[in-house]
């Protein structure tokens, strides 16, 4: 093992948080569904008189493209079904990336209370950016299927487990959908995909078992998790050591995290500290983006429960560090900085985590 990574384990029950910097979201009619997800990260949706959804989307299935966490944790403040639509498979085509729905992303969004509406892409534009290296661009979901999928949810009284589980029983068939559809638009563009075939084979495979589908995806997000512990940040002022966290929770879901820094305080306790610097001369913190992914992994962190080490069990404190090559102060923020950091400081204090510059 790495000496420079340190191995976590920790288990969570249940998911307690109080969320004060939620963006204001604007409420959209049922009608202007295919409108709104072409431009919007999260919005309410007024299906009908009696039913509003809190909508969140995301552009591709991973998690570390265009902010999914954010987008979700803007509809965690509502009261009613909060929803997320995550497309099955994104192909960008053979020059770009293709990433696949993981089984633990659908996992920890019921973990959230979060219905999963699983779509897929059927209208791309040409990407020609690169003439020699041509990729698609400006993806877009079915929205007849979406709309069946929400008139479905409209009548569901169960929880968001429950629906997210009945929704990967049919992992296949939508893999299908989307297969065929990818198949037509690179007809149509004339751009070549990554492999159809390959993942005809890959949706046949997890498609007839769910076991699979898990067991192959755990697979995936552990290697991913063991690159994301190699990457360093040259301007993240980190003085421990990279942690990998393997979460383990009542449904059977199994989330691999990282935090940039774990640091041990005494013999029985230790910090997971997630950093966010900005490089940007004239900022003294970073983005609200980037601060609102820091505090997606506070809503987790916050909630560990047996926190082990080498087999022996810590107290944790989570911790969100900001740096910045001008050093903090406070009186340099512009207004619009300064009310979203003393929200921060709020919200950290409501939910038992630390705010540190460094």
């Known amino acids: ?111 959230l209370g979060v219905y999963v509406l699983i779509g897929y892409y059927v209208i791309a534009e040409p990407n020609l950016r690169n003439p020699k290296k041509p990729k698609i661009t400006n993806q877009q979901f079915n929205i007849d299927y979406l709309k069946n999928k929400i008139d479905e949810l409209l009548s569901y009284q169960s ?47 997890i498609g007839t078992d769910s076991e699979t589908f898990k067991d192959y995806s755990r697979r995936l997000a552990a290697s991913a998790q063991v690159r994301e512990t190699q990457v360093i940040n040259p301007y993240e002022l980190i003085s421990g050591k990279k942690g990998k966290i393997t979460i383990i929770n009542y449904l059977g879901g199994e989330y691999h995290f990282t935090a940039d820094e774990v640091r041990f305080i005494g013999d029985n306790k230790v910090e997971f500290i997630e950093a966010k610097n900005t490089t940007d001369p004239n900022k003294i913190i970073t983005s609200q983006n980037d601060i609102k992914d820091a505090i997606f992994k506070m809503v987790l962190f916050t909630n560990l ?32 900085e300064r009310g979203f950091y003393r929200l921060l400081q709020e919200e950290a204090r409501k939910n038992n985590f630390l705010i540190r510059h460094e």
């Not at 929880?159 to 198949?183: C, F, M, R, T």
Request: charge should be negative; proline fraction near 3%; glycine fraction near 4%.
């Open 1 to 111: 093992m790495n000496n420079n990574i340190i191995d976590i384990n920790a288990k969570i029950r249940n998911i307690k948080y109080e969320p004060l910097l939620c963006s204001e979201l604007t409420s959209i009619d049922y009608s202007d569904l295919a409108k709104a997800l072409g431009e919007k990260a999260a919005f309410f949706l007024d299906v009908d008189e009696h039913n509003t959804f809190a909508i969140s989307r995301w552009v591709s299935p991973k998690r570390t493209r265009s902010y999914p966490y954010v987008r979700v944790y803007d509809t965690l403040q509502f009261s009613g079904k909060r929803v997320t639509i995550i497309p099955i498979v994104k192909d960008e085509g053979q020059h770009g990336d293709r990433d696949y729905l993981q089984w633990d992303t659908v996992s920890l969004m019921s973990l």
């Open 159 to 205: 929880d968001a487990l429950h629906w997210n589980l009945s929704q990967l029983d049919h992992i296949g068939v939508i893999g299908d959908k989307a297969i065929e559809a990818y198949s037509t638009i690179q007809k149509e563009l004339g751009i070549p995909l990554h492999s159809l075939d390959l993942a005809r084979m890959r949706f046949e495979e």
């Open 305 to 336: 429960e047996n926190v082990r080490i080498d087999s022996h069990e810590y107290k944790h404190d989570s911790v969100i560090k900001l740096t910045s090559s001008r050093g903090f102060d406070n009186s340099k923020l512009s207004n619009g």
